[in-house]
């Protein structure tokens, strides 16, 4: 389950993916971190200069791999530096669960930044 946190220890959906977020193993899928539970990846909120944000078919506050290897939805991450946009880079995740690097969003248009 990867998901935004701003503490590194729980999920938040009242955050922005630029805060921060974390991956862990949701062993009973409820979309929180229990005590059992391990946290593989803890990211920290990124400098004011790059936005991070998701955009997907299902909830924007989590994205799970289930052990087939597929994905929860059709998932776009937008990275984007604000001192030069034309670097913006989006991670196109499938169903599938293939993802792919690009410039352009998930349907094939620019990416906005911010």
């Given at each position: 389950m990867l998901c935004k946190s701003i503490d590194g220890k729980q999920c938040f959906t009242d955050t922005s993916w630029?805060?921060?977020?974390?991956?862990?193993?949701?062993?009973?899928?409820?979309?929180?971190?229990?005590?059992?539970?391990?946290?593989?990846?803890?990211?920290?909120?990124l400098p004011d200069t790059i936005f991070f944000d998701y955009k997907g078919s299902g909830s924007s506050n989590y994205f799970r791999y289930f052990p087939n290897g597929r994905g929860s939805s059709n998932v776009t991450f937008t990275l984007c530096n604000n001192s030069d946009e034309k670097m913006a880079r989006s991670i196109i995740i499938s169903r599938s669960g293939r993802a792919r690097i690009d410039n352009k969003n998930g349907g094939g248009r620019a990416l906005i930044c911010g």
């Open positions: 630029s805060d921060g977020w974390l991956i862990f193993a949701d062993t009973n899928n409820n979309k929180k971190v229990d005590r059992d539970e391990s946290i593989i990846y803890i990211q920290q909120a």
